[in-house]
């Protein structure tokens, strides 16, 4: 299944990371090219810290981050990739922190890891409220869940990967 969520910079779409179906279905909506990976949301980060070869230093400065944020990482050994995945495209992995973005009440009922990327087509403008989502994706709304609140017009969230084992951030995108 395919859910609509809104989020702490605006709508997001995603899907379990072992949802093969929902996997692709996002990329057909959203227009998307398939050489493009999708970010994975995490639960929290104990699960960025089992899933990544982040080190404690790197993950203790992530947790006072001030902004919304998505790391760019390599993975551990522990986090299973879905066999359907090119391996060749998801060399890093973009994670996300779900207890960061997403009101908790929400995610009770969800299972994580989460494939997500922005609710919108492809290079167009992001979606901050259900009306938008229902308009834009209209023939696509009949498997699909929408979680219904506005969500305030905000910055994307910086995008960024640390130096090697050192704090440097390198920048993919810096909004804030």
């Known amino acids: 299944m395919i859910y609509f969520i809104p989020t702490d910079t605006y709508y997001w779409i ?14 057909k909506i959203k227009n998307r090219p398939l050489e493009k990976p999708l970010a994975i949301l995490l639960k929290d980060f104990e699960e ?8 404690t230093k790197q993950i203790d400065f992530l947790k006072k981050y001030p ?3 998505t790391i760019l990482t390599e993975t551990s050994r522990e986090f299973i990739f879905p066999k359907f995945l090119d391996k060749n495209i998801y ?3 973009a994670f996300r922190i779900w207890e960061l973005a997403v009101k908790n009440e929400v ?5 994580l890891p989460f494939f997500l990327t922005s609710a919108n087509i492809s290079d167009e403008k992001e979606l901050y409220n259900s009306d938008e989502i229902k308009e ?3 023939d696509f709304l009949e498997d699909v869940a929408i979680i219904d609140w ?3 017009v905000s910055k994307s969230s ?7 084992e050192t704090l440097n951030l390198i920048y993919l995108r810096k909004n804030y």
Do not use: A, Q, R, T
């Open 158 to 164: 910086d995008i960024f990967e640390f130096e090697w």
């Open 136 to 138: 834009i994706f209209v």
């Open 91 to 93: 060399v890093k992995i």
């Open 14 to 27: 995603w899907c379990n990371i072992y949802d093969k179906s929902g996997y692709f279905e996002i990329y």
């Open 48 to 55: 960025l810290e089992k899933y990544s070869n982040l080190n």
């Open 150 to 152: 506005e969500v305030p």
């Open 107 to 111: 995610l009770n009922k969800i299972e």
């Open 67 to 69: 902004h919304p944020f």
